[in-house]
């Protein structure tokens, strides 16, 4: 599926957003490619296997180019042991507020400790409500791109 990725994130500041989530699902991704101008991503969430490809994002960090499908968890498994720099896991919450629904990621491993929130928009000018967790946004930083995290960890910071 090839779409344009509109999203913000931010840290969260209290895990009081476990209470208000609907769903939780273990992820392990690797990168294949770290390139800023095009990342491949391998993904195993839950059962299920993904392979994704996103271009450059835009002035904001809001906007991106995305390309993703499912593979068998099997191709995936593979492609994870050919990923380079650390594989990322993590535990995502989904967490419906509004007319959005924010997906918070809590890392382990090396990034253990950084807790992240992101919310997809329609428009990089959306108007979204903001949960009382919500912390200091970090929209377009690039240290919190989950490839860069691959290389350069939360906890060697």
């Keep these: 599926m090839e779409h344009l990725e509109i999203e913000r994130k931010f840290l969260v500041a209290s895990n009081t ?3 208000q989530a609907t769903s939780q699902i273990r992820i392990v991704q690797g990168f294949l490619n770290t390139h800023p101008d095009r990342t491949v991503r391998v993904r195993i969430k839950g059962n299920k296997g993904f392979l994704a490809v996103k271009g450059t994002s835009n002035e904001t ?3 991106r180019f995305e390309w993703e499908t499912e593979i068998s968890i099997n191709e995936a498994t593979n492609l994870i ?3 380079e720099g ?3 896991e993590k535990m995502r919450y989904e967490i419906p ?3 959005h ?3 918070v990621d809590e890392f382990f491993g090396e990034n253990k400790g950084l807790v992240m929130a992101e919310v997809e928009l329609n428009h990089e000018d959306e108007v979204f ?3 009382d967790w919500l912390g200091k946004e970090v929209t377009g930083d690039i240290r919190y791109y989950n490839s860069q995290l691959s290389k350069n960890p939360f906890n060697t910071w």
């Design 17 to 19: 957003y476990k209470e």
């Design 97 to 99: 507020l509004g007319a």
């Design 129 to 131: 409500k903001k949960p």
């Design 81 to 83: 042991d050919l990923c």
């Design 61 to 63: 960090g809001t906007t």
């Design 86 to 88: 650390a594989i990322l």
């Design 101 to 103: 629904t924010f997906e």
